[in-house]
């Protein structure tokens, strides 16, 4: 009550100021300099983060309408369970559309795809800011009997995002790779040599400074004619601070029929096992293998651990874990209804299952983990005087 002006200590303001959204951030720049340089400061935006991915984690859903691939739409289901559209996603202007590779602390991989360019380009988004960040196109000569697989990741380490690519003849070993770097901001061309007879089979995932992949040994004929045989499934993964590709051998789930996908829990690399069985219709069940921490020297088999098994069901097709939840559609891409498409959450301790409709009639392609941020497509920061 006296006269001396109002006055809140510079850690309260921290600490109100990293739990708000980053639009009320953006806005709050304009406040003074002073805050205009701490909503920029690299230690802000990684406490901002740190808080975020606590507190606010969503879902970005990839929708796609298969009759006409311009009208490309994202959606996302906040913490309170709400969906909404996202807003100014990068323009497509390509008949053949776009897709995410991957979503790491808010910033966004988009490849768009274009029938006269191969392999297709590449940007880097953050959705809550809008920046985006187009990828230069790779040095390497890429033919359309091509295939390329990509990865996008995260390393605390050296604080840097990267992508990395794989190239083959289509359907056979990868031959080739490169590294695009978000600090050097170029491509650079890195060995593949461990990669030999491995054909990468599915999306990547990341975690912990790795980007992983499903994959296969392949075993050649000697004189080519008749094709590869597939020897051994492997687990892929890339050490984005070395810069080197490791395989380690699938582990032995012990069943019989069923589908596998690489996901990520409790920041671990895991495994989600649709496991079936037919008698007069399909039945489903789940189960969750993580992989225990630790090194293994190359090749060397990793130990894996069965954390969760569902009651059976009808047709599930698990895609991804949050929050505690397994993620997952009934018979393809999100089941049609008259308001949209349906997608349920299984918690793993009890068993509940929650579902919420996204307003759209074409089909969902993927669902990713996402988590707004202030994180830079550009990774540059200069203090305004």
Not at 29 to 42: A, G, M, R, Y
Not at 102 to 115: A, D, K
Not at 193 to 202: A, E, M, P
Request: hydrophobic content about 35%; aromatic content about 10%.
């Amino acid at each position: 009550m006296d006269s001396r002006p109002p006055y809140l200590p510079e850690e309260i303001i921290l600490n109100i100021l990293k739990r708000l959204p980053v639009e009320s951030l953006i806005r709050f720049q304009c406040v003074c300099k002073h805050w205009n340089n701490l909503i920029k400061s690299p230690s802000f935006i990684a406490d901002h983060l740190q808080q975020s991915s606590h507190q606010n984690p969503s879902l970005l859903l990839d929708c796609n309408n298969s009759c006409s691939p311009l009208r490309w739409r994202l959606r996302l289901l906040d913490w309170g369970m709400q969906v909404r559209l996202v807003q100014k996603a990068p323009l497509v202007d390509s008949f053949w559309g776009a897709s995410i590779i991957g979503s790491c602390n808010g910033l966004v991989c988009v490849q768009i795809h274009q029938h006269d360019k191969s392999p297709p380009s590449l940007s880097l988004w953050n959705p809550a800011t809008t920046a985006v960040r187009h990828v230069p196109r790779p040095r390497i000569i890429f033919s359309d009997l091509d295939d390329c697989m990509t990865g996008f990741g995260f390393s605390p380490i050296v604080n840097d995002y990267k992508i990395v690519r794989t190239y083959s003849k289509l359907y056979y070993e990868v031959d080739r790779a490169e590294v695009f770097s978000l600090s050097r901001g170029s491509w650079k061309r890195i060995d593949s040599g461990n990669l030999k007879g491995v054909r990468l089979n599915s999306e990547a995932v990341t975690t912990n400074g790795a980007i992983f992949w499903s994959g296969v040994k392949l075993d050649a004929d000697e004189d080519g004619e008749d094709g590869v045989e597939v020897i051994a499934q492997v687990i892929v993964s890339f050490d984005i601070v070395k810069e080197v590709f490791t395989l380690s051998p699938w582990p032995d789930l012990n069943y019989t029929s069923g589908d596998e996908k690489l996901t990520i829990y409790g920041n671990k690399l895991a495994i989600l096992c649709d496991i079936w069985r037919r008698d007069n219709e399909r039945f489903d069940l789940i189960r969750l293998w993580v992989m225990e921490e630790g090194t293994c020297a190359f090749g060397e088999r990793r130990n894996w651990t069965k954390i969760y098994t569902s009651p059976f069901s009808k047709t599930l097709d698990p895609v991804t874990i949050w929050r505690n939840q397994i993620v997952y559609t009934r018979g393809g891409s999100a089941v049609p209804s008259k308001k949209g498409r349906t997608v349920h959450l299984m918690n793993l301790t009890t068993n509940e299952v929650k579902r919420f409709v996204v307003p759209y009639r074409g089909s969902i392609q993927n669902i990713y983990n996402y988590v707004e941020s202030l994180v830079s497509v550009g990774n540059n920061y200069i203090e305004e005087s």
